[in-house]
């Protein structure tokens, strides 16, 4: 299995980017599919997961991001609109194989995770 995220770069604050991840080796239709953030120094934390089509986010993107699945690709996406200089941070994807919606926001619940990709923000 793999997870392959892209899109990632530099934006000025304000801007926008449109993260994805795409999966191999196996579908991952229903199962939950996140994404992290982690800069130098500090814990990787949640931003954003989806369970089915339920779409779940920290309170510091709402209303600025949004997660998207396509079950026929087999891809996660994050748009990330109005972007500020403190959303600069390697962005992880991840998937979850256990079942239900309580645990999205706990990483260490996570089996699958890419490679991260590099958002900087500047002001």
């Known amino acids: 299995v793999q997870l392959q995220a892209s899109g990632g770069g530099l934006v000025q604050a304000g801007g926008s980017l449109r993260l994805s991840c795409a999966a191999s080796g196996r579908t991952f239709s229903g199962d939950t599919m996140g994404w992290f953030r982690q800069v130098p120094g500090k814990e990787r934390e949640f931003v954003a997961a989806i369970t089915w089509n339920t779409p779940h986010y920290a309170d510091f993107v709402k209303g600025r991001f949004t997660v998207s699945r396509d079950f026929a690709k087999n891809t996660l996406y994050l748009q990330m609109n109005s972007l500020k200089p403190e959303d600069t941070a390697v962005y992880y994807c991840?998937?979850?194989?256990?079942?239900?919606?309580?645990?999205?926001?706990?990483?260490?619940?996570?089996?699958?995770w890419g490679q991260g990709t590099l958002v900087t923000v500047s002001s």
């Open positions: 991840a998937v979850g194989l256990i079942g239900g919606d309580s645990w999205f926001e706990d990483q260490y619940k996570y089996d699958y």
